[in-house]
């Protein structure tokens, strides 16, 4: 079943590379979406995929990368659009 979450994840998660972790993560997975940083310093990410596949993108963004401290992460299951035909950095 195909599915999409949004993630607004907060901490110190910008300036560590956390977009292009989830770009890798992403990309491994064969998810489709994109990741973005926010003005007020969280990090917003769109996946979209296979219910599995999504929930193991999430679980590695919850964690992020080595230089990452998340400190909360905000999820919403949103309608799958099929809109993507990849993953992207914006």
């Known amino acids: 079943m ?3 979450r949004r993630l607004l994840i907060g901490g110190h998660v910008q300036g560590v590379g956390f977009r292009y972790f989830a770009h890798a993560v992403a990309v491994h997975e064969g998810v489709t979406g994109w990741v973005r940083n926010l003005p007020d310093g969280r990090v917003e990410a769109y ?3 296979d219910t599995e596949a999504v929930t193991r993108v999430e679980r590695a963004l919850r964690r992020g990368p080595p230089a990452a401290c998340v400190e909360d992460v905000r999820v919403a299951q949103e309608p799958a659009t099929e809109a993507f035909t990849r993953f992207e950095v914006r």
């Open 2 to 4: 195909r599915v999409a």
């Open 47 to 49: 996946v979209e995929g």
